[in-house]
């Protein structure tokens, strides 16, 4: 694991499984807009959480891209699921927009519910298509910018799927933080 204190939140790189992350207390969801079991990352916490996450979310959806919305966890270790819906890259623009959008929204329900710790899959890179590089740099830039308005969150983890990832998290974190 990679650390990197910013604005008094300690921000984390890791390489794993989103869905077994049981020492924070919210996982954010790379969610479709139907907030279904789908591939990826949703597949993973949708298997994980039980048919109950997807039960929970059908009332709120569907959500455009750059939203956010709140679920229990269910069968997941965590407190909360934060099931954002980042832009599929070339369709939905301003794709950049849309992408910083869902790590700010996400970062601000966390803090409005007062969660201490907060976990993050790449959103958008997997099936959406967003550039691992341009991805990364979107997502750790607005992260940085709503550091100092967050008073709850104290940990922001990045679950990175695989290796190639987690070198790229770091590269750019070196750069942006």
Same mark, same amino acid.
Not at 10 to 36: M, S
Not at 137 to 157: D, N, W
């Given at each position: 694991?990679?650390?990197?204190?910013?604005?008094?939140?300690?921000?984390?790189?890791?390489?794993?499984?989103?869905?077994?992350?049981?020492?924070?207390?919210?996982?954010?969801?790379?969610?479709?807009?139907?907030?279904?079991?789908?591939?990826?990352?949703?597949? !993973? @916490?949708?298997?994980? &959480?039980?048919?109950?996450?997807? #039960? =929970?979310?059908?009332?709120? /959806?569907?959500? $455009?891209?750059?939203?956010?919305?709140?679920?229990?966890?269910?069968?997941?270790?965590?407190?909360?699921?934060?099931?954002?819906?980042?832009?599929?890259?070339?369709?939905?623009?301003?794709?950049?927009?849309?992408?910083?959008?869902?790590?700010?929204?996400?970062?601000?329900?966390?803090?409005?519910?007062?969660?201490?710790?907060?976990?993050?899959? !790449? @959103?958008?890179?997997? &099936?959406?298509?967003?550039?691992? #590089? =341009?991805?990364?740099?979107? /997502?750790?830039? $607005?992260?940085?910018?709503?550091?100092?308005?967050?008073?709850?969150?104290?940990?922001?983890r990045f679950v990175l799927f695989g290796d190639d990832a987690l070198v790229v998290y770091e590269r750019v974190a070196e750069d942006v933080?």
């Amino acid at each position: 694991m990679t650390e990197f204190t910013h604005d008094g939140v300690t921000l984390q790189f890791v390489q794993g499984d989103i869905a077994t992350q049981d020492d924070v207390e919210a996982v954010v969801n790379a969610a479709n807009a139907q907030l279904r079991t789908g591939g990826g990352v949703a597949g !993973a @916490l949708h298997r994980a &959480a039980g048919p109950g996450l997807a #039960e =929970e979310g059908r009332p709120l /959806a569907p959500i $455009a891209p750059g939203e956010v919305v709140a679920t229990g966890a269910h069968d997941l270790p965590n407190d909360v699921v934060l099931h954002a819906l980042g832009p599929v890259y070339g369709r939905d623009t301003p794709s950049d927009e849309l992408l910083a959008r869902c790590y700010r929204e996400a970062l601000r329900l966390a803090d409005e519910r007062e969660i201490a710790s907060v976990a993050f899959p !790449a @959103l958008s890179t997997g &099936a959406f298509g967003y550039p691992m #590089e =341009e991805a990364t740099r979107v /997502a750790l830039e $607005a992260v940085r910018g709503t550091l100092p308005e967050l008073g709850a969150v104290r940990t922001v983890r990045f679950v990175l799927f695989g290796d190639d990832a987690l070198v790229v998290y770091e590269r750019v974190a070196e750069d942006v933080l």
